[in-house]
């Protein structure tokens, strides 16, 4: 069976950077496959990605050498067992804000004993190169838990959610916490309560041993972030590349790019 380097990385206490694939293709999760990222999350909160076209891309990734991870649309038992029987080696879950639903997290994503994930499919050890039954009997030990930290509630509850065991990473949404703190989204800025929110939920994390990560924009904000010591560092995504290149040479050529979409 294939194990998930990006879980032991963390484990380890290593890092590990990826993107995000926010226009869900398998052509496109081929391109970025071989770019060097360690991990791609296929996007399935924001953009128009169906399950389908998710489990087209998670093969694709994980034949590549890269490991496929899903966000999620929301926290809920049928959306993490749909993607990790349809061959996700990791979730990240949106808007934690609570232990109950870190616990829901952790029961639909792991089997027993450590939770209650439904037993089926055939996709998932297909992806891991094995069968179902040393899958089922390995899953819990490959699957990457990433819970989102992107709303002052959870900011408020870090400890209790970071406390529940099963976790293996929590990842702050920048922009979704500005929104909540009533402050433009943004991937970073000086606000002071953003600041303090980014230093708390660090400090639960290494606490609790679960790998505190960030979505960024660029490499500058990567590798800051990297000497601070956040270990899961997911850059833009494959359409802000795009975007930010195409921005930046109809600038060059006076087109008038606006460079003004967000980046994941
Ligand atoms: C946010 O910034 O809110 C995100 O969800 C990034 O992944
Ligand atoms: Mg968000």
Not at 111 to 116: A, F, Q, S
Not at 186 to 213: C, I, M, Q, R
């Amino acid at each position: 069976m294939k194990t998930n380097s990006v879980r032991a990385k963390l484990r380890a206490g290593e890092s590990s950077v990826g993107t995000w694939l926010a226009l869900p293709d398998p052509i496109f999760a081929k391109l970025m496959s071989s770019t060097g990222f360690e991990w791609l999350t296929v996007e399935l909160e924001h953009s128009h990605a169906t399950i389908e076209t998710a489990a087209l891309c998670f093969p694709i990734i994980a034949a590549s050498g890269c490991v496929p991870l899903a966000r999620v649309p929301y926290n809920s038992v049928e959306n993490i067992k749909r993607v990790l029987d349809t061959g996700a080696w990791g979730i990240v879950v949106p808007m934690v804000n609570s232990r109950a639903e870190a616990e829901a997290v952790v029961k639909a994503a792991r089997y027993r004993p450590l939770g209650e994930r439904s037993v089926g499919g055939q996709l998932h050890a297909a992806n891991f190169a094995t069968d179902a039954g040393t899958y089922y009997a390995k899953a819990n030990d490959e699957i990457l838990i990433v819970l989102m930290a992107e709303h002052v509630d959870a900011i408020e509850n870090i400890d209790d959610i970071l406390s529940v065991p099963g976790i293996d990473a929590v990842f702050i949404g920048p922009n979704d916490l500005h929104a909540s703190m009533d402050l433009a989204p943004a991937f970073d800025s000086e606000d002071p309560t953003f600041n303090a929110a980014l230093k708390k939920v660090y400090a639960s994390a290494v606490a609790h041993g679960v790998a505190p990560g960030i979505h960024v924009a660029n490499a500058a904000q990567a590798k800051r972030r990297l000497d601070e010591g956040w270990k899961m560092i997911a850059v833009a995504s494959e359409v802000g590349f795009m975007l930010d290149k195409a921005g930046e040479i109809t600038k060059s050529l006076g087109l008038g790019g606006n460079g003004t979409l967000a980046k994941y």
